[in-house]
């Protein structure tokens, strides 16, 4: 069954709140949906798409009345926003969010917010690199997997409620604590977006090969980080400084392997890597077979057709 909420606010519409307006609309969850964000240009783009009954820049404004209140801004900007948010939140509201790291949210909100409101924090473990109100679609959380962490004093019919939402949504969902979560999703993406940056980063450094040749030679793999390392910059800088005691915890560890895979190169331990790309593989597959990537040849990108035959003349 749908929920449905008389009145949910949407804080910060990029492609996480833009992508969550069009799912409400879509399944019809909220008699009125109100979104707000701070850039005048961003309103404007979100009334052009009518994803919102009602647009606003002043958060305080936009929380009246909601029986649920998303926050979709960088995670560093919670503790601003929860203060100046947490006065004007109706008795049995409903917060939450879509930050990438829990364990902050949770400190940095909860203290703000008062008696009688319930707070059900969230991470859909979705996007793209692209950003802003025309990057959303509704389609976006569609069997992926949105993990709420919950504090544990929550009233579990608060929970049940914003499970419900994101079921509606597409999202399988997962309850998990603050901690847990901040050190999975260390190993599953900061990290790997990391990586992405630094790779990216070391490619553009390079003074023995110009920018054309990094560009008109990129193979699949560097190609692939460059999209990874195209995502948003002021996320992700919150991400690592804000989830840094997990992050470093997890960079220690593939410091570790790394050096184990050097030692492999150097002295030409071939059963090594082999034994290690074997274990990779299975890897992949177990992430197909979940439903959460395509088997489809080259990522399921699509591809020009090849070129006509010349005739002879």
Known sequence: MIPKFDRITIIGLGLIGSSIARAIRKAEAAKHLVAMDRDKAVRERVMELGLADEVTGDAAQAVKGADLVI?????????????AIGPHLSPGA?????????????RDIAPHLPEGVHFVPAHPVAGTEHSGPDAGFAELFVNRWSILTPPPETAPVAIARVRALW??????VEVMTPEH?????AITSHVPHLIAYNI??????????????????SAGGFRDFTRIAASDPTMWRD??????????????RFS????????????????????????????????????????????GRPHPPLPEAKKNQ
């Open 181 to 185: 979560h901040d050190l999975v999703l």
């Open 239 to 252: 991400v690592f400084l804000t989830n840094k005691d997990a992050v470093l915890e997890m960079l220690g």
């Open 167 to 172: 079921e509606a949504m597409g999202a399988n």
């Open 71 to 83: 926050l979709c801004v960088p995670v560093m900007a919670n503790a601003a926003l929860g203060a």
């Open 200 to 217: 990216v980063g070391t490619a553009a450094d390079m003074e023995k090969v110009t920018e054309s040749e990094v560009i008109k030679f």
């Open 94 to 106: 409903i917060i939450s969010d879509v930050g990438s790291v829990k364990g902050s949210v949770v």
């Open 256 to 299: 570790e392997d790394l050096l184990a895979l050097q030692r492999m190169i150097r002295w030409g331990d071939g059963d090594g890597l082999h034994a290690l790309f074997t274990r990779t593989r299975a890897i992949r597959r177990g992430i197909i077979a979940s439903g959460q990537e395509t088997a489809a040849p080259d990522f």
